[in-house]
C-alpha cells in the first residue's frame, strides 16, 4: 500500500462534527495533502470544499484531487491574512470552516524545504516558497544573539534561549555561516552539552533544537499573526450557525485558539508580541462570537497516536458561530 504523504489528525473527530445530512459548504484553509478535506467530501456527495493552502505544492495536489470530485472542490492559493481577499463575496457563506495548524509531513520530509534536522537541507523553512520573506538562514547568520535569543525565548518557549543563541553565535564568530539544518541542530547539541533533557508524552527524548527549529519556522511564516488573522477572517467568512474547528500543535497556537473562541479580541497589530497574560488585559476587549457546546479539547488516543505518532500533540476545539 503507498504511504500518505500526510496522514490527517482526529479524522473521525473532525467528521463527527462538521458532517451532517444535508448538503454543506466548507472552507479546508490548510488542504495540506488533502486528507481532511477528502474526507468531507466523501461523507455527502452533495458537498463542496473550498480549499485553501499557501504551498503552492499543496495546491497541485489539490488541482489533482479536484479530477476526482468534478464541481465539488475549488482549490485556492493563498494565505489566511488574504482570506478577504480571496473570498470578497463569501461573507457569513460558509456551513464550516478548518483549520489544521502548522506543516504538513510533506513539507517536513522534503529535505530541500529545510524545515527539519532529521533530513539534512538547505535553512529554508518557507512554507510558501515563492515568497521573498526571510527564509531560516537569514534569521539564525544576520541576528545578533539578543535578537536570537528573543525569539527562541517567545517561540519556541525554550528556556535556554541564551546559552543556544550563543553558541549558534559563537559558531558564526568562529566559523563563518551555519547553512543546513543538520549543522544548526549540531551546534545547539554540542552546545547545550549533547543530551536531551526533555521527552514527549510518549516518552521519547526530545532533540535539544526541537524547539528553535519550531521558533524559526513560527518567525519565517509569520506564523502567530497568520493564525490570529485567518480566525478573524474565517469569523467573516462562515455563517451564523456555521462550525469553526481548529487542531493546534503548540501551546502558542492553541492559546490564540483558545482566546479566540473565547471571544478575547486584541487591539495589536502584531500578535506576536502579545502573547503573555499581562500584555492581553491591557489591550484586549471581550466579543462572544461562539456557542461553545463544549470547553473541553478533544485529543487523540493511544490508537491513533500509535499509528500517527504526530497526532500526540494534536488539540481540536471547535465553536458554533452565534
Ligand atoms: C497540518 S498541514 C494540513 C494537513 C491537512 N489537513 C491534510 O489532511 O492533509 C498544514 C497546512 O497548512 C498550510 N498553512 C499553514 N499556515 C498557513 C497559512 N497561514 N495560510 C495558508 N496555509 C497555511 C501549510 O502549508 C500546510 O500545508
Redesign the pocket.
Known amino acids: 500500500m503507498k504511504t500518505p ?2 496522514t ?1 489528525v482526529l479524522l473521525d473527530h473532525v467528521l463527527k462534527i462538521l458532517c451532517h445530512t444535508e448538503k454543506q459548504i466548507f472552507l ?10 477528502r474526507g468531507l467530501l466523501n461523507c455527502n456527495e452533495n458537498s463542496i470544499v473550498y480549499a ?4 503552492q505544492n ?1 495546491i497541485e495536489l489539490a488541482r489533482e484531487m479536484a479530477k476526482e470530485y468534478p464541481n465539488r472542490l475549488f482549490p485556492f492559493h ?4 488574504e482570506l478577504k481577499n480571496i473570498f470578497t463575496h463569501k461573507q457569513n457563506f460558509f456551513h464550516g470552516i ?1 483549520l ?5 509531513t ?2 517536513l520530509n522534503d529535505a530541500k524545504r529545510g524545515f527539519s534536522f532529521r533530513h539534512d537541507g538547505p535553512l529554508d523553512m518557507r ?1 510558501n516558497t515563492k515568497s521573498k520573506s526571510i527564509n531560516a538562514y537569514d534569521l539564525v547568520n544576520r541576528l545578533d544573539e539578543t535578537a536570537l535569543s528573543r525569539i527562541i525565548r517567545l517561540y519556541g518557549e525554550d528556556q535556554r534561549h541564551r546559552k543556544i543563541a550563543r553558541c549558534i553565535y559563537q559558531w558564526r564568530s568562529t566559523f563563518g555561516s551555519i547553512s543546513t539544518t543538520t549543522q544548526l541542530a549540531n551546534v545547539i547539541k554540542v552546545g547545550l552539552g549533547g543530551s536531551a533533557s526533555d521527552f514527549d508524552k510518549l516518552n521519547r527524548p526530545i532533540h535539544p533544537a526541537t524547539k528553535t527549529f519550531q521558533a524559526l519556522r513560527i518567525v519565517v ?1 509569520d ?1 502567530l499573526n ?2 490570529y488573522n ?1 480566525l478573524e477572517q474565517a469569523y467573516t467568512l462562515l455563517k451564523p450557525g456555521g462550525t469553526l474547528l481548529c487542531i493546534s500543535f503548540h501551546s502558542l497556537e492553541d492559546r490564540i485558539i483558545k482566546r479566540h473562541f473565547q471571544g478575547i479580541v486584541l487591539h495589536a497589530d502584531n500578535v506576536s508580541s502579545n502573547l503573555d497574560e499581562k500584555s492581553l488585559s491591557v489591550q484586549a476587549e471581550n466579543q462572544v462570537r461562539y456557542h461553545l457546546q463544549t470547553n473541553k479539547i478533544t485529543e487523540a488516543d493511544d490508537n491513533e497516536i500509535d499509528g500517527n505518532p504526530k497526532a500526540r500533540s494534536a488539540k481540536l476545539r471547535y465553536g458554533i458561530k452565534i
Open positions: 504523504l500526510h490527517p479546508d484553509l490548510t488542504f495540506g495533502a488533502g486528507g481532511h478535506t485553501l493552502d499557501r504551498d499543496s493563498g494565505q489566511f491574512s478548518l489544521d495548524a502548522g506543516t504538513s510533506m513539507q512554507m511564516n506564523e497568520e493564525l485567518g
